[in-house]
């Protein structure tokens, strides 16, 4: 097990979650402090309840991710995976979903991000932000205009402040853009069928775990990896065959 994060201050954003939750193991595993953020489901963040400090922050509200941050002194790391599948349950309702995608998927971890770094700076320390996109943001998924959008400019917004942060400050900004997950949100249409065909098809050897993307956000996690403004795609392959 590697000792490069022992003692360093991460928040895991959304780290209640399916996904989330497999980063945290992995970030306790290895001797990280970490703070995990949700935002109404306590009893989800309670599993990690005596080994990280749990913290109710809706991201979409200014007030909340200032006091994140308040209560996370010394930060080192950001892995952003609060997020929504804004769903389209009918036609009539896509603005609905649009603009609530926009603040969930976008605006709340856009804004954690920037406000993290601003921090980070102000501290002078060299730290590695993380923020979880989707392969639907690489790939074109029909009926995906809500939620692949906001997420297309997550990855945007990531590139930018990766730039912005680049140089002697030493601040990293990277984005994991996972596949189809048996865990958190794809759970459910997994379980539907929905997706069946990509292994029918043999477009992907399997559906992915959340440990195949809490290794990925561990890698940007890295404090030497020389790594800033990449997005790296873990989808088993999906993005090549859609
Ligand atoms: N699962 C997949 O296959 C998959 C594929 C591609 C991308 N992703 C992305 O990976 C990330 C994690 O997904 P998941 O499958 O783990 O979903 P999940 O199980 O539904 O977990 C979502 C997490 O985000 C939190 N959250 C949602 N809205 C929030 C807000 N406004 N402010 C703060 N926290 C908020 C939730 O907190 P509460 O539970 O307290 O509401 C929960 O901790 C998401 O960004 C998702 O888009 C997932």
């Not at 309670?46 to 909340?64: H, N, Y």
């Not at 950001?78 to 603040?103: P, W």
């Not at 958190?184 to 065909?197: E, F, L, T, V």
């Amino acid at each position: 097990m590697p000792d490069t994060l022992r003692g360093k201050t991460i928040i895991v954003a959304g780290g209640s979650g399916g996904l989330g939750a497999a980063t945290v193991e992995l970030l306790l595993a290895e001797g990280a402090e970490v703070v995990v953020s949700y935002r109404s489901n306590l009893a989800r963040a309670q599993a990690f309840e005596g080994r990280a400090t749990l913290i109710q922050a809706d991201l979409a509200r200014p007030g909340d991710r200032a006091r994140l941050l308040d209560q996370t002194p010394s930060l080192y790391g950001l892995a952003v995976f609060a997020g929504e599948a804004a769903r389209v349950t009918d036609a009539g309702n896509l603005d609905d979903a649009l603009l609530r995608s926009h603040l969930v998927n976008f605006a709340g971890p856009a804004l954690l991000a920037r406000e993290a770094a601003a921090r980070l700076r102000l501290a002078s320390t060299p730290g590695a932000i993380v923020l979880l996109s989707t392969m639907q943001a690489i790939a074109v998924f029909p009926g995906s205009t809500a939620y692949a959008g906001a997420k297309t400019a997550l990855v945007q917004a990531a590139r930018i402040l990766a730039k912005e942060c680049r140089g002697k400050a030493g601040i990293r900004v990277n984005v994991v853009c996972p596949g189809v997950n048996d865990a958190g949100m794809a759970q459910a249409s997994i379980a539907a069928g929905k997706y069946a065909r990509f292994l029918s098809e043999d477009l992907i050897p399997r559906y992915g775990k959340a440990a195949d993307v809490a290794r990925a956000v561990r890698f940007f996690l890295e404090p030497d990896n020389y790594i800033t403004g990449q997005v790296l795609t873990v989808d088993g392959g999906l993005t090549l065959s859609v």
